[in-house]
C-alpha cells in the first residue's frame, strides 16, 4: 500500500519498508461503541502484523484496495491527518486529546452542526454501530459551474484520553453503511495518545514513517476532504 504526503508546493509519494505488527485481543462488552475497534494502543499493540503502518498517533492497517494520503495542514508542515482513499470514497481520520471523563464528541458534533448552519447546509443526527453521528450535506459550487451538494458521514468515538473522528465522503457518504473497506480501517486503526499532558481537542500529529521510502512519481486524483 502507498502512502502519499501531500503539501501547497509539492507533492512526493512514500511506501514505508517496514511497519509495525499487531497482535489481536479479545473484543470489550458489547454494548461498547468501541468492541470491535478503534483500538487504544494499550488494547492491541503492534508486534504481529506486518499490513500495519506506524504513524505516530495512529497505527493504521493497510488493506488491497485503498491508497493513504498524508496532507499537511494549512501552511505549516504538520499533519493533522490521514486520508484513505479508494476509487469512490475516501476517509479522513483525526485524532484529539481528550479529557478522561469524556464527553468531548458531544461539544464537536455541536460544533459541526454550528457550522453546517451557517454554511446553510443541512444534517441528520442518526445513532449509528459508533453511536451518535452526523450525515451532513454543504452547499457547494460544482466544476460546471451549478449548485450542489457535498455530502459527508461524520463518526467519532472516545477512548482513554482521546476521540478519533472519521469523515466519510464519496459514495461512502451518498449510501452510509457500517460495512466496507473503509468502515474495516476506521475499525482497525490504533489510536497512541501518549503520556504527556495535552489539552482537550489538541491535535495528536501524525508522524511519517522513518524508513519510509520517496518515489518519483505524483500521487493520484484525490477525494477533498
Known amino acids: 500500500m502507498r502512502i502519499r504526503r501531500k503539501s501547497s508546493t509539492d507533492d512526493a509519494a512514500i511506501v514505508a519498508d517496514e511497519s509495525p505488527e ?55 508542515d504538520d499533519i493533522g491527518s490521514v486520508v484513505l482513499l479508494t476509487e469512490d470514497s475516501g476517509l479522513e481520520l483525526r485524532a484529539f486529546a481528550a479529557a478522561r471523563s469524556g464527553g468531548l464528541w458531544d461539544d464537536v458534533r455541536a460544533d459541526l452542526i454550528e457550522e453546517v448552519e451557517r454554511l446553510g447546509g443541512e444534517y441528520d443526527a442518526v445513532d449509528g454501530a459508533f453511536g451518535p453521528e452526523l450525515q451532513i450535506r454543504v452547499p457547494v459550487k460544482l466544476p460546471d459551474g451549478e449548485d450542489g451538494f457535498q455530502p459527508s458521514r461524520i463518526i467519532g468515538v472516545e477512548g482513554p484520553r482521546w476521540l478519533l473522528r472519521g469523515t466519510l465522503l464519496g459514495d461512502a457518504a451518498l449510501s452510509p453503511s457500517d460495512e466496507g473497506l473503509l468502515i474495516e480501517a476506521f475499525r ?13 481537542r ?6 511519517v514513517p522513518p524508513n519510509a521510502v520517496v518515489l518519483d512519481e505524483d500521487p493520484a486524483e484525490s477525494t477533498e476532504a
Open 22 to 76: 499487531v497482535e489481536s485481543v479479545t473484543p470489550g462488552q458489547t454494548n461498547d461503541p468501541r468492541q470491535g475497534g478503534p483500538w487504544d494502543a494499550s488494547e492491541k499493540t503492534a508486534t504481529e502484523d506486518e499490513s500495519y503502518i506506524d504513524l505516530g498517533s495512529l497505527i493504521i492497517k493497510g488493506r488491497p484496495g485503498f491508497n493513504l494520503q498524508l496532507p499537511t495542514d494549512g501552511e505549516s
Open 188 to 200: 482497525d486503526t490504533i489510536v497512541v495518545r501518549g503520556g504527556e499532558p495535552k489539552a482537550p
Open 202 to 207: 489538541e491535535p495528536l500529529l501524525i508522524a
